[in-house]
């Protein structure tokens, strides 16, 4: 292994929902183990250390941390920030994420999506804050990789990352308030090899779109997105929403909750070749925290993930308004901290509906809520920016595309649509 330096509970009485909801989720989270374990039996000690072999892994400093854990224990709520890098420190990477230049590589790097996933001490609920990459916030003095950054700095919080690690999670932990128990980390390599190794995410837009600047070209309708294609559609900004950041974490939502869902199917869990990619395409684009660096861990922390149920795992964007001094950022909203409270008192963002019943909680199962968006639905992945959640199952439909004027083509400006025609002989991105 690879080392860095340094809802409520029910009520008595009341509908079974939990236990209806949860059963079909159980028995394919024990099938996918016992294929795990074959795999693992198969391949023997050899198998196992190869795929702890391909991890990197990292120290939390320990004020940010507070008590060091192994994996997810229940009883104890945990935080855990998920980085995806825009690094360009591999050629790989350059391919993926272009602007690096024929002779050289870009050292530097940014938190280019970064999330903040709470999971609740009885592992009955989780919460997933989507933080815009061009907020505004206090930087913390840091150092790290031949960098110095001094103390009352403000600027974008995704740059932090740019001196370390440890850099980036003490600015979330001193925006937020909140201990950051762990973290993970992937790069643009990353999200291809997931991507493939699940067969594909399933996306819907709502009408033509082509952003100039990701290059995601897809006509309007739903699509199934694999390698490039799928990077493409979760750092698109210029072809959803407004055209900001914010737009951006509408394409990232969709393609979570997606994927979630594809994770949870049966023809995913139950497919042999499918989990060895998935863990092999796992443990090569992560780089962990020394809490969460061996397979069997990793294996304990996608098991109580992938126990929350959809209904109960809310997506939420930090609240933010827009910048007075610089149109093109965001800062915090009063509001922020109301959500920072809640998650540090550990309450669910998603409540029970009084209306379920057992016969319509049977209805929402995993098989019922793994369905292919559809174009004509509303789009319902847009970036609540006052705080407001909504659920994995509820972020569904299609990602609104851009109406405003925000890509262009030989220096005329146009919308993503306007783009899209103007470009017949540019192939879509899952042609």
Do not use: W
Request: with cysteine.
């Amino acid at each position: 292994m690879k080392h860095v330096a340094p809802d409520e509970p029910t009520e008595a009485g009341a509908p079974p929902r939990r236990v209806e909801h949860r059963h079909p989720r159980l028995r394919k989270l024990l099938a996918a183990l016992v294929v795990l374990a074959l795999l693992l039996a198969a391949g023997g000690y050899g198998l196992y250390r190869h795929l702890s072999a391909n991890i990197t892994s990292m120290e939390i400093p320990s004020d940010v941390q507070g008590e060091a854990l192994e994996g997810l224990p229940k009883g104890k709520a945990q935080n855990i920030l998920v980085i995806g890098t825009d690094s360009r420190q591999n050629a790989a990477d350059c391919k993926l994420g272009g602007s690096c230049g024929d002779d050289k590589l870009d050292g530097d790097t940014n938190a280019d999506v970064e999330m903040l996933v709470h999971i609740s001490a009885d592992h009955e609920s989780m919460t997933v804050m989507s933080i815009p990459r061009d907020t505004i916030v206090d930087l913390p003095a840091c150092t790290g990789n031949g960098k110095t950054r001094e103390a009352g700095t403000r600027g974008r919080i995704n740059g932090s990352l740019n001196y370390g690690v440890d850099c980036q999670l003490r600015t979330v932990h001193e925006l937020t308030g909140l201990t950051i128990n762990h973290f993970m980390m992937v790069d643009f390599s990353g999200v291809v090899s997931l991507s493939d190794a699940v067969g594909g995410v399933d996306v819907c837009v709502d009408a033509d779109v082509y952003d100039t600047y990701s290059h995601l070209k897809l006509a309007k309708g739903e699509h199934t997105l694999q390698g490039v294609a799928a990077l493409q559609f979760v750092r698109t900004r210029h072809g959803f929403g407004d055209g900001s950041d914010l737009g951006r974490t509408i394409g990232q939502r969709l393609y979570l909750s997606s994927l979630q869902r594809k994770l949870e199917s049966a023809g995913t869990l139950l497919n042999p070749q499918k989990v060895y990619r998935l863990a092999e395409a796992g443990t090569r684009a992560l780089t962990v925290d020394s809490g969460l660096d061996s397979v069997s861990t990793l294996a304990q922390v996608a098991a109580t993930v992938g126990g929350v149920p959809a209904s109960s795992t809310a997506f939420v964007t930090l609240p933010t308004v827009p910048d007075p001094e610089n149109v093109n950022t965001v800062v915090p909203a009063e509001g922020a901290q109301k959500l920072f409270d809640k998650l540090a008192a550990d309450d669910s963002l998603v409540k029970p509906s009084p209306k379920t019943s057992p016969s319509t909680a049977s209805s929402a199962t995993p098989e019922a809520t793994s369905q292919k968006p559809s174009p004509s639905a509303s789009a319902t992945g847009d970036p609540a920016t006052d705080g407001s959640a909504q659920t994995s199952a509820e972020t569904t439909g299609c990602a609104q595309v851009s109406t405003q004027k925000t890509v262009e083509i030989n220096g005329v400006p146009m919308t993503p649509s306007e783009a899209y025609a103007a470009s017949p002989r540019i192939k879509d991105s899952d042609a």
